[in-house]
């Protein structure tokens, strides 16, 4: 499985985390997505543990052969 992380603005938008590259941050273990996430959204990620409300959440990604654009083999 596949997970990305995401953050959500003051508007209630929640966006895909995104790399220098500008493609969206994908992880192939759940764990290394939410140390990612501590690293990029520390504050953010410390508020939601005090009840400060979800403003990041890591999501698993479901692949499939219709997946576009085609991957490279």
Same mark, same amino acid.
């Given at each position: +499985?596949?997970? @990305? #992380?995401?953050? =959500?603005?003051? *508007?209630? #938008?929640? /966006?895909?985390?995104? &790399? *220098?590259? &500008? =493609? %969206? ?6 764990a @290394?997505?939410? /140390?990612?996430?501590s !690293?990029?959204? %520390? $504050?953010? $990620? =410390? +508020? ?10 890591? #999501?698993?990604?479901i !692949?499939?052969?219709?997946?576009? %654009? @085609?991957? @490279?083999?």
């Amino acid at each position: +499985m596949r997970y @990305k #992380i995401e953050v =959500q603005d003051e *508007t209630g #938008i929640w /966006s895909d985390v995104r &790399g *220098t590259d &500008g =493609q %969206p941050l994908v992880f192939d273990d759940e764990a @290394k997505a939410r /140390s990612a996430l501590s !690293e990029r959204f %520390p $504050v953010l $990620v =410390q +508020m939601e543990r005090y009840g400060g409300g979800k403003r990041t959440r890591v #999501i698993r990604v479901i !692949e499939d052969e219709d997946d576009w %654009p @085609k991957k @490279k083999a």
